[in-house]
């Protein structure tokens, strides 16, 4: 499943730093052959996808084609040559945490501080690394609770690489709660290379199995409180309920509400919501729903320079089209 979100708005969710302890693929035989050859494996075929670039006044855009730089006039529907073809930088894509995982770090958007989660706790320090203050202090693996941290069934099904999120002003940071309690352990053989192995253990519920609990929390850096977001209409965790999986979180264009898609364990429900970090308390914005099948759990999503509409793919008619709503849940045009 791949995230296909396109902003245009300025949402500001700050830089981050990798957390090498994360990366457990090192320990693995055959680590080094990897990593000479992924880079390798994007070059060997041709993909059929086509990335574009409008140009500022809407009335033309660019493409690679065959090694040549292309411009596509939509009044004439002409094309022309204009040179070599520019080359992506895949540096967003290399400098990604190591495949499951997220991200231990984020800077906030003023550049003053930076929010890290160690030892399954989140703390915030200045830009320096000092100055340091506790966020939570229950997070350990005795009683199986992890701040800052998702799991790997959200890094791998969901390709969420983030696990905090830091509102525009820089005066609130959200981020994840997991409960591993009762959930199912998967033990891994690392070290295989040297004279002594070891055994890394991961929460990973298989087919059938429980599910991690999860919740979103929201730390107020000036009245210093946390709050648990209703992600669940008021209801507890209930595994395969609407909530089981709750991920894509960015803050808003203007950054008053916290944004996240919620989704049952089937897939066949997905709503794309809205919380007030202040109370908690959500609302659905927009609700997809295919209970034959499955929906689109990462839906493109192409915000408007205005920060108050969006446009929404959906295939809730059996096609692929696109809709027009605002933040309120309005939908403009279909």
Avoid: C
């Avoid at 996808?49 to 006039?73: A, I, Q």
């Avoid at 990604?96 to 991200?103: I, L, S």
């Avoid at 808003?252 to 509400?257: F, I, M, V």
């Amino acid at each position: 499943m791949i995230k296909k979100i396109i902003v245009t708005s300025l949402i500001v969710l700050g830089s981050s730093t990798l957390l090498f302890a994360q990366d457990k693929l090192k320990k693995m035989p055959g680590y080094e052959r990897y990593i000479e050859i992924a880079p390798k494996i994007r070059g060997s075929v041709k993909g059929g996808s086509l990335s574009v670039t409008w140009n500022k006044t809407g009335n033309s855009f660019e493409y690679n084609n065959d090694g040549k730089r292309v411009k596509y006039d939509v009044k004439s529907g002409k094309t022309t040559e204009i040179g070599a073809a520019v080359q992506p930088d895949w540096s967003h894509y290399y400098n990604r945490p190591q495949r499951g995982r997220q991200y231990a770090s984020a800077d906030s958007p003023d550049g003053k501080l930076k929010a890290f989660t160690k030892d399954r706790n989140m703390y915030i320090s200045d830009n320096t690394g000092n100055n340091t203050i506790t966020i939570t202090n229950e997070g350990n693996t005795e009683n199986q609770i992890k701040y800052g941290i998702a799991t790997w069934v959200y890094g791998e099904e969901l390709d969420q690489i983030t696990a905090m999120w830091w509102s525009p002003d820089s005066k609130k940071i959200a981020f994840y709660k997991f409960n591993e309690k009762g959930s199912k352990k998967y033990y891994v053989l690392y070290d295989q290379t040297k004279i002594q192995n070891s055994v890394e253990i991961e929460a990973y519920p298989k087919v059938g199995a429980k599910n991690l609990p999860v919740d979103i929390l929201v730390y107020d850096l000036e009245t210093q409180q946390t709050i648990t977001l209703d992600t669940r209409n008021g209801k507890p965790y209930h595994d395969g309920d609407l909530g089981t999986y709750l991920y894509d979180i960015a803050w808003s264009p203007d950054g008053k509400e916290l944004l996240f898609h919620s989704t049952n364990r089937k897939q066949n429900i997905m709503e794309f919501k809205a919380a007030d970090p202040n109370t908690g308390k959500t609302r659905v914005i927009v609700r997809e729903e295919w209970l034959p099948s499955f929906t689109v759990n990462s839906p493109e999503i192409h915000i408007l320079k205005d920060g108050k509409r969006f446009i929404w793919a959906s295939e809730r008619s059996g096609y692929k089209n696109y809709y027009l709503y605002d933040f309120s849940g309005e939908l403009i045009k279909p």
